[in-house]
């Protein structure tokens, strides 16, 4: 069956980096556009940033532009997230999800998605 599990999260202190990783079975991983999306505890989740079938295009949140990059190794049916200069507002449990055709910023396009993995951001 489809299957995301997402690694990588973790403790770090601010102006720190984690690279969080999606792994990815159970469909060809070249056909599906892969989005990042994070939940902080009482808030909505949100858009952190998504990248094409075959990693050409990108797109990003603002609150994320120029601190993270996401990028995929198809071979590896894997998809990463860099997170470089972090902040303390970057606490969230981070979720990777998949679906079909292009990348897309909402939730409500991606129809299977991992099982979150947590990442603090602290001194």
């Known amino acids: 069956q489809v299957q995301l599990v997402e690694s990588g999260g973790g403790l770090v202190q601010p102006g720190g980096s984690l690279r969080l990783s999606c792994t990815t079975s159970?469909?060809?991983?070249?056909?599906?556009?892969i989005g990042w999306f994070r939940q902080a505890p009482g808030k909505e989740r949100e858009f952190v940033a998504a990248?094409?079938?075959?990693?050409?295009?990108?797109i990003y949140a603002d609150s994320v532009k120029g601190r993270f990059t996401i990028s995929r190794d198809n071979a590896k049916n894997t998809v990463y997230l860099q997170m470089n200069s972090m902040k303390i507002e970057d606490t969230a449990v981070y979720y990777c999800?998949?679906?079909?055709?292009?990348?897309?910023?909402?939730?409500?396009?991606?129809?299977?998605w991992g099982q979150g993995t947590q990442v603090t951001v602290s001194s």
């Open positions: 999800a998949a679906r079909t055709s292009v990348p897309s910023s909402e939730t409500y396009a991606y129809g299977y």
């Open positions: 159970g469909f060809t991983l070249d056909y599906y556009a």
């Open positions: 990248i094409s079938p075959n990693g050409g295009w990108t």
